[in-house]
């Protein structure tokens, strides 16, 4: 059974930081690309960033410079470091991993995690 599980969100100040980690089972972490989404209320679910096999990064506009991703295929996890949040960065974050095998594509949701910010 594959499980992505998402923690470390809650209410954070604007210009604070957050770590979100998602725990990953049931499938090998290493040949997946990674990936943080997150929607916002009455929006659609956007890209916050990848993470490719290799290690290959890619950051949506608005959190380049702000937003760190990072994966650990040993402990089965991917992290999404925030720094500098602002109000417009409010939304429920989710983990996805995917990859592709031969034609086949496989790819799977964490059932997400709140992160407010506000004053």
């Known amino acids: 059974q594959v499980q992505l599980v998402e923690s470390g969100g809650g209410l954070v100040q604007p210009g604070g930081s957050l770590r979100l980690s998602c725990a990953v089972s049931g499938i090998i972490l290493s040949i997946y690309t990674m990936g943080w989404y997150r929607q916002a209320p009455g929006k659609q679910r956007e890209l916050v960033g990848t993470i490719t096999s290799d290690s290959t990064i890619n950051y949506t506009d608005s959190v380049k410079g702000r937003f760190v991703i990072s994966r650990d295929n040993a402990k089965n996890t991917v992290d999404l470091q925030m720094n500098s949040l602002k109000p417009e960065d409010t939304a429920v974050y989710y983990c996805?991993?995917?990859?592709?095998?031969?034609?086949?594509?496989?790819?799977?949701w964490g059932q997400g995690t709140q992160v407010t910010v506000s004053s």
């Open positions: 996805n991993a995917k990859t592709k095998v031969i034609s086949r594509t496989f790819e799977y």
